[in-house]
């Protein structure tokens, strides 16, 4: 009996972990450039993720824990230090939007991967408002003084560089 070769054609009866690494990824291989974008923003991504996951949750649940209340007085030490009445509801609705932002970052990704150019749009879009959401709600000072200068850094690394993926990718695009 010979092995029949699983192409796109025969697409029907692949499983489904394989019909949807080719919604994500799509049918085309993109060029090497793209691929370091989407690798490059997947781990930026996945580590910003991770830790505004991780804090949403433990403000989210806080009186799960053992004595919270020394956990709130300290909220409530640090929300009057930046001019805040209820610091640790801002902040979750702070870290609650800022994972819907990550969100469309990461929907944006995959259409990045597919070489759709507008997915550099809401990438942007995306961290911008994530940003501007963390500026605007908890201040300049609270953003300046309160995150750190590596994770300020690491968030101009994600920014900048696709400026210039946008640009090689919108140069291919004109060209072909």
């Known amino acids: 009996m010979a092995i029949k070769k699983i192409t796109y054609e025969t ?4 499983d489904y972990q394989s019909k949807i690494s080719r919604f994500l990824f799509g049918k085309n291989d993109p060029p090497i450039i793209t691929k370091v974008a989407f690798y490059l923003g997947i781990a930026g991504w996945f580590y910003f993720f991770i830790w ?5 949750m433990s403000i989210k649940f806080i009186d799960g824990i053992e004595h919270p209340e020394q956990i709130k007085a300290n909220f409530n ?9 209820n610091f640790q509801t801002t902040l979750e609705n ?4 800022t994972l819907i ?3 469309a970052v990461l929907i944006s990704l995959f259409m990045i991967y597919r070489r759709k150019i507008y997915g550099y749009y809401i990438y ?5 408002a994530s940003i501007l959401v963390m500026v605007f709600m908890l201040g300049f000072k609270f953003f300046w003084e309160e995150i750190t200068h590596m994770d300020k850094a ?3 690394i994600l920014i900048l560089p696709y400026f210039v993926f946008y640009y090689l ?8």
């Open 11 to 14: 697409i029907d009866n692949i």
């Open 52 to 56: 505004y996951l991780a804090a949403f």
């Open 77 to 85: 030490k640090i929300g009057l230090e930046y001019g805040f009445d």
């Open 94 to 97: 702070v870290l609650m939007i």
């Open 101 to 103: 932002c990550l969100g």
């Open 124 to 128: 942007l879009g995306g961290w911008l």
């Open 154 to 156: 690491i968030m101009l």
């Open 169 to 176: 990718l919108k140069k291919t695009k004109e060209s072909e």
